[in-house]
């Protein structure tokens, strides 16, 4: 957390992935040098509405994760 943002770093975005995050958070930034995106904090109403925190603010989190770069690879599996 940063002031009214969330930070995730470090977050190496080829091209295709930050269209995606642009697409998903018109309002995120990422610096390509840092390696660093940078999400506006969600809250419960766009207008209005108390910001996310605790267990709603994680699963938030691990939910844009996810839509930005899939589902995790298990540990141990292999690609071949």
């Known amino acids: ?12 975005l080829p091209d295709s992935k930050q269209l995606r995050l642009k697409r998903y958070h018109p309002d995120a930034v990422y610096k390509h040098a840092t390696e660093q995106v940078s999400v506006p904090r969600p809250s419960t109403r766009r207008i209005g509405g108390e910001p996310l925190r605790d267990q709603a603010l994680l699963e938030w989190c691990a939910q844009l994760l996810k839509d930005l770069l899939g589902d995790p690879v298990p540990a141990g599996a292999s690609g071949a």
Do not use: D, E, S, T
């Open 1 to 12: 957390m940063q002031g009214k943002h969330v930070r995730f770093a470090p977050l190496a």
